[in-house]
């Protein structure tokens, strides 16, 4: 297990490679394999990369984000013009049903509610939104309809975990009930639970991923 300064170097040193981000905008400090994320940045945009690119920053248990989002005045828009790029980002996005996903914007922090069939979907509406300029934090209320004809396939995101190549060989048990998939066992890394959690939301009728992944790190090299 990496000591408390060697993760911190390396979440600096992630950040310092994310093409929107510069060291100076974030703060890192690491005690017991948490990494806290500190500083001030210029678009939702920027505080979502520096949480990512923590996450995927091997040694790491958990990321507690702190950074604060102010827009500059070049980047400055009303919440009427916000919410006309937020609808036109939505409606333009595949994998966000149409008429589905209600806005509701309010000093630059935009609220999404609706319905959709599956947690996918959900997220694609955040992710959909988050580089638009004047955004400074995303609300994702959506929730889901009442289908429940829509079974989901314990076999098949078994099979999408073990075809990952990052988690093909790791200790992963998938248990389903109803439309809530709760994934445990053992990986190496922050990043392997992500994915975990993100292949299994992907699977047809999936609600909601309880992920109780334990990251244990003398894994690696087993």
């Not at 049903?97 to 955040?126: I, M």
């Not at 075809?163 to 200790?171: A, P, V």
Request: hydrophobic share 40%.
């Amino acid at each position: 297990m990496k000591n408390n300064e060697d993760l911190q170097r390396d979440v600096q040193n992630a950040i310092k490679w994310e093409p929107l981000l510069t060291a100076a905008e974030i703060g890192v400090t690491a005690k017991d394999g948490v990494i806290t994320l500190t500083g001030t940045v210029d678009s939702y945009s920027k505080k979502m990369e520096a949480e990512e690119a923590a996450r995927n920053v091997g040694g790491g248990k958990a990321v507690v984000e702190k950074i604060e989002v102010k827009i500059g005045s070049s980047w400055q828009k009303n919440d009427n013009d916000i919410a006309t790029e937020v609808i036109k980002a939505l409606g333009t996005n595949c994998d966000v049903p149409q008429d589905k996903v209600k806005v509701k914007v309010e000093k630059g922090r935009v609220w999404l509610s609706g319905q959709v069939q599956w947690d996918f979907q959900k997220e694609a509406a955040r992710t959909a939104i988050r580089h638009l300029k004047g955004v400074k934090a995303v609300m994702n209320n959506v929730t889901f309809t009442s289908d429940e004809d829509e079974a989901v396939e314990k076999a098949a995101i078994e099979g999408a975990l073990l075809r990952h190549w990052s988690i093909e060989n790791e200790d992963i048990d998938v248990e389903v009930s109803g439309h809530t998939v709760t994934l445990t066992g053992t990986v190496n890394s922050v990043y392997q639970k992500t994915e975990a959690a993100r292949l299994a939301r992907n699977a047809p009728g999936v609600w909601n991923v309880e992920n109780n992944l334990v990251i244990d790190y003398y894994l690696i090299g087993a």
